[in-house]
Structures are given as C-alpha cells and as structure tokens.
C-alpha cells in the first residue's frame, strides 16, 4: 500500500466550477498534510497545508482533513484555466523529517 | 541568493560514469531534502539534511547514493557508476525551520539527468 494515493487523473472541470482533489495516506501517526501545485516543467509550489481536522480557507481554495478516515482534499472555488497544473497531495508523519509527496492529480479547467 | 538554486540544469553522462549535482539553499535554510522525479510522478523522497547532519537517508536508493552537506548550507548529492534507471529529474528543497515550524517547502528548478 502506497503511503499516500491519489487519483492520476486528468480531472477535467469546466471554468467557474469547483474542483475536488482527493488524497488518502496509510499511516495513522501522519501530523502535518500539504497541497503542492506543479505546472508542466516547473518545481512544485505549496499553497496549502493543514495540521488539525475540518477545513481551512485560503482565497478560492479550502483544504479538508479527515484524520479518522484518513483523508485529505482540496477543493478550487471559481476555477480558472491557470489553474490546470498538477496537484501533488505530500504528508509528514509525527516524529520523522521525511514529506512524502502522491502521485499527483491532473487538473484541467476547460474555457 | 532569491531562491534554491540547483546546478548543472542539465547532465548527460556515460552509463558506469560519476555524477556529482550540487543544490544551494536558500540562505538561513535549516533543512535541505533531496528528491528524485521521474516523469508523471510525484517527487521520491531521498535524503534530509538539518543543518550539516543527515539525518535521514532512508530514500536512497542503494550504496551508489550519497549525499552531504559539510557546512550546513550547499550539498551535493553523488551517483556513483550511474545506470540508465538512473535518469530522473532531481530536486532540491530547502525549508527555513524543521519540521513542527514552518514546513514550508521550497523547490529548487531540478537537474534533468540522463544516463546514456
């Protein structure tokens, strides 16, 4: 079992909808939880992270976590074509430095 | 300098051959990562330095792979007899604190190898 699974992708949503991102990770004892965005041939970028269950808003976006069924997700309010990157899901267990990054999923905002 | 910066950006080499890439953090970095991406993943975790000790080496990948930070800020990360499974992109990321502070991590812009 992967530490942390995402969905490849893509996820193709149209402009001005809401785009979901899901993430799930294997070990209970993960602390710290991050949304990196990747656009093609460039370095990862945070712009989300989240330590404690619920949600937490930044702007259009809104990061949701689930310790009990061990889950994260983002979701994009308003989605604009700039958006289409891939969205890496990266998590830090208690007590260890390591942040394992997902797969990544695929976004594209069709015009 | 303004960012992570990696050198070289590119690197061709013979199969059997060394490569040595080098990764300056961000000045006052604490923590400095290595990663390793191959094309439509995600970054494979390698090695973590906290200042000048690595403290955790558990990514690399076999004895071929080694890394060091001497004086806590550049580091290079060597490959020894590289193999064409070796071509990857590589990153650096450095990050101002440890982890429990802010974890934020900033990326380098990679050295693309490619083991012929």
């Known amino acids: 079992q992967k530490e942390v699974e995402q969905n490849s992708g893509p996820l193709s949503v149209p402009e001005g909808a809401i785009a979901s991102l899901n993430c799930t990770y294997s070990d209970r004892v993960s602390q710290s939880f991050f949304w990196y965005r990747q656009y093609s041939g460039k370095s990862p970028e945070l712009i989300m992270s989240?330590?404690?269950?619920g949600d937490k808003e930044d702007g259009r976006f809104t990061a949701q976590l689930n310790k009990a069924s061990q889950y994260v997700s983002l979701l994009i309010r308003d989605s604009q074509p700039s958006d289409s990157a891939t969205y890496l899901c990266?998590?830090?267990?208690?007590?260890?430095?390591?942040?394992?990054f997902g797969t990544g999923t695929k976004l594209q905002v069709i015009p | 300098g303004a960012g992570v910066s990696q050198s070289p950006r590119y690197k061709v080499t013979k199969r059997g051959q060394d490569v040595a890439l080098r990764c300056d953090p961000i000045s006052g970095h604490v923590s400095l990562y290595w990663y390793r991406q191959a094309l439509g993943q995600g970054p494979e975790f390698l090695t973590y330095f906290n200042y000048e000790a690595q403290q955790d080496k558990s990514g690399l990948p076999n004895d071929r792979f080694s890394a060091e930070r001497p004086e806590g800020s550049i580091s290079t990360l060597t490959i020894q007899r590289t193999e064409q499974r070796d071509s990857a992109m590589y990153r650096c990321?450095?990050?101002?604190?440890?982890?429990?502070?802010?974890?934020?991590?900033?990326f380098g812009s990679g050295t693309q190898l490619s083991v012929l």
């Open positions: 989240i330590y404690s269950n």
């Open positions: 990321a450095s990050s101002l604190q440890g982890p429990g502070q802010s974890e934020k991590l900033f």
């Open positions: 990266a998590v830090r267990k208690q007590g260890y430095q390591k942040v394992t």
